[in-house]
C-alpha cells in the first residue's frame, strides 16, 4: 500500500497569503496525485487531479505541481472559503489511498 | 446536475450488517467507475471500494477486505455497499463518489450516510 505523508499537519495564515502544501508518496505514484478541500460538514471538493489539473470550477488561485514522491498544492492568495482541510489522493496502484490531510486554519 | 444521494445508514451493533446504498443521478450511470470513501468522526478520508462502470471489476481496501461488498444495479442507477460483521471502528460517515474518466479523481461526491457501531 502507498503511503502518503502530508505536511504539514496545520498551516496558520492570514487572507491574502501564500498557502503550501506538501504530500509525499511512499513510492513514485507517477503523476497519479489528486487534492481535495474539504469544508466543516461538508463532503470533500475535488480541486487538481493528476498532479496539476484544475478540476472544473476551481479558481486560478489552487495550482498542483510536482511529479514521482513529491507534491505540492499552492493557494496564492487565501480567500476566507479557502481555510479548510486540504487531502492528496493516489491512482496509482490499488489500494486508493488518501493523505492525513493539512489543516489550513485562520492565523 | 449530477446527484448522488446515499441511503442505508444508521445504528447497528457490533458483529451486524449493513447495505448502504447511493443513488445516481444526471449521468450515463455504467459509463463511469464509483467508490465508497468513508470518514470516522474527526478523523481524515480512508478510501474503502471501487467498481468499475461495468461492475466486472472490483477493488477493496486491505483492512476491510473479506468483510465488504461493492456491487451496483445499472436498472436502478444505484451503488451498493454490503459490510458484514461491523465493528466499533467501523464508525464514519460513508460517502459514495464518482470517478472521473479513467479514475482520474473523484469528481462528484454525496453527502453521505453515518453509520454507528455500539452496542
Known amino acids: 500500500e502507498i503511503v502518503l505523508t502530508q505536511s504539514p499537519a496545520t498551516l496558520s495564515l492570514s487572507p491574502g497569503e501564500r498557502a503550501t502544501l506538501s504530500c509525499r508518496a511512499s513510492?513514485?505514484?507517477?503523476?497519479?496525485l489528486a487534492w481535495y478541500q474539504q469544508r466543516p460538514g461538508q463532503a470533500p471538493r475535488l480541486l487538481i487531479y493528476?498532479?496539476?489539473n484544475r478540476a472544473t470550477g476551481i479558481p486560478a488561485r489552487f495550482s498542483g505541481s510536482g511529479s514521482g514522491t513529491d507534491f505540492t498544492l499552492t493557494i496564492s492568495s487565501l480567500e476566507p472559503e479557502d481555510f479548510a482541510v486540504y487531502y492528496c489522493?493516489?491512482?496509482?496502484?490499488?489500494?486508493?489511498?488518501f493523505g492525513g490531510g493539512t489543516k489550513v486554519e485562520i492565523k | 446536475e449530477v446527484q448522488l444521494v446515499e441511503s442505508g445508514g444508521g445504528l447497528v451493533q457490533p458483529g451486524g450488517s449493513l447495505r448502504l446504498s447511493c443513488a445516481a443521478s444526471?449521468?450515463?450511470?455504467?459509463?463511469?467507475?464509483m467508490s465508497w470513501v468513508r470518514q470516522a468522526p474527526g478523523k481524515g478520508l480512508e478510501w474503502v471500494s471501487a467498481?468499475?462502470?461495468?461492475?466486472?471489476?472490483?477493488y477493496y481496501t486491505d483492512s476491510l477486505e473479506g468483510r465488504i461488498t461493492i456491487s451496483r444495479d445499472p436498472s436502478k442507477n444505484t451503488l451498493y455497499l454490503e459490510m458484514n460483521s461491523l465493528r466499533a471502528e467501523d464508525t464514519a460517515v460513508y460517502y459514495c463518489?464518482?470517478?472521473?474518466?479513467?479514475?482520474?479523481?473523484?469528481?462528484?461526491w454525496g453527502q453521505g450516510t453515518l453509520v454507528i457501531v455500539s452496542s
Open positions: 463518489a464518482k470517478h472521473g474518466t479513467g479514475w482520474y479523481g473523484l469528481v462528484y
Open positions: 444526471g449521468f450515463t450511470f455504467s459509463n463511469y467507475a
Open positions: 467498481i468499475t462502470g461495468s461492475g466486472g471489476g472490483t
Open positions: 513510492q513514485s505514484v507517477n503523476s497519479y
Open positions: 493528476d498532479a496539476s
Open positions: 489522493q493516489q491512482r496509482s496502484n490499488w489500494p486508493l489511498t
